[in-house]
């Protein structure tokens, strides 16, 4: 065994009198927590997002050394396939203008809510998620889950969640696509009942750029989780979603837009910052 390492002997025997090096010791320890965040982030984290949650547990580790422990363990995140659109914009409801236009960075919570609505696949047939999302901490602030299309079970009941703990005291845009969900008179008649407080926005037709965020909040949920399940029973994905998005999204998930932080802690921090001012 010597030969075939070329080591000496008397090398060899030290190395078992003196037992494993400090260094060794950590980089066992390194590569142990590098497997166990990505197996906790549901095998969806890269080198950027696991260098900050060792850093948080107090390992300060390179990116290109996290990338290299990853490939040697064969560890990469999971990425597949797109995802298509829900939208029906083919109706003869009123059009908001598009307000927002693009301006996703905003400084302030209930400044600027985003909405989309996107489908999940069962085998007992489709169901349709709907979200709200809040720009400044990308935060989902409601969101339902429904067998059907109707405004009532799918952004009513959103909005109905995200305005329950929330007083509004300064003025906020809600933005949307141009789904008639969003357009319909039952939906409209909510808005214009905060008399001014909420101005409703809607992005231009067939622009899903105009609604980036959303688009990228459904694209993680399908790529990092939806995709990796097949769903027997409604209640099976009703159970995994809430999982997602409330355990996990707004939890504990880093984000990159908060550097790496989640959501939680980028509260904590504007708080804490916030304080001090």
């Known amino acids: 065994m010597c030969k075939v390492l070329k080591v000496s002997k008397s090398g060899y025997y030290h190395w078992l009198r003196s037992g494993p090096s400090k260094l060794w010791i950590e980089n066992q320890k390194i590569n142990s927590l590098v497997r166990s965040i990505f197996e906790k982030s549901f095998q969806s984290y890269g080198s950027p997002?696991?260098?900050?949650?060792?850093?948080?547990l107090g390992y300060k580790v390179s990116k290109p050394r996290v990338a290299r422990i990853?490939?040697?363990?064969?560890?990469?995140a999971?990425?597949?396939?797109?995802?298509?659109?829900?939208?029906?914009?083919?109706?003869?409801?009123?059009?908001?203008?598009?307000?927002?236009?693009?301006?996703?960075?905003?400084?302030?919570?209930?400044?600027?809510?985003?909405?989309d609505i996107t489908y999940i696949q069962t085998k007992q047939g489709w169901l349709y998620l709907t979200v709200i999302i809040d720009l400044p901490n990308r935060k989902v602030v409601g969101w339902s889950l429904s067998k059907d299309l109707t405004t009532d079970n799918?952004?009513?009941?959103?909005?109905?969640?995200?305005?329950?703990?929330?007083?509004?005291?300064?003025?906020?845009?809600?933005?949307?696509?141009?789904g008639v969900q969003y357009a319909s008179q039952?939906?409209?008649?909510?808005?214009?009942?905060?008399?001014?407080?909420?101005?409703?926005?809607?992005?231009?037709?067939?622009?899903?750029?105009?609604?980036?965020?959303?688009?990228?909040?459904?694209?993680?949920?399908?790529?990092?989780?939806?995709?990796?399940?097949?769903?027997?029973?409604?209640?099976?994905a009703e159970l995994s979603i809430f999982e997602w998005i409330e355990t996990w999204y707004n939890n504990k998930r880093r984000h990159s837009l908060l550097g790496n932080r989640s959501i939680r802690e980028f509260e904590i921090d504007t708080y804490n910052h916030e304080l001090a001012a």
């Open 49 to 56: 997002r696991i260098k900050s949650e060792l850093e948080a």
């Open 70 to 76: 990853m490939r040697a363990n064969y560890l990469f």
């Open 78 to 115: 999971k990425r597949k396939r797109k995802f298509k659109t829900t939208t029906d914009s083919n109706h003869n409801y009123p059009i908001a203008p598009n307000l927002l236009n693009r301006c996703f960075d905003v400084n302030r919570e209930k400044q600027v809510w985003v909405s």
């Open 154 to 178: 799918t952004i009513v009941r959103a909005w109905s969640m995200a305005i329950k703990n929330t007083t509004l005291q300064e003025p906020l845009i809600f933005h949307s696509d141009r």
């Open 186 to 236: 039952r939906f409209t008649s909510i808005i214009k009942s905060y008399e001014g407080l909420v101005m409703q926005s809607m992005s231009r037709k067939g622009n899903c750029w105009d609604n980036a965020v959303a688009e990228s909040f459904f694209k993680s949920l399908k790529v990092e989780w939806v995709y990796r399940h097949n769903y027997k029973l409604s209640s099976e």
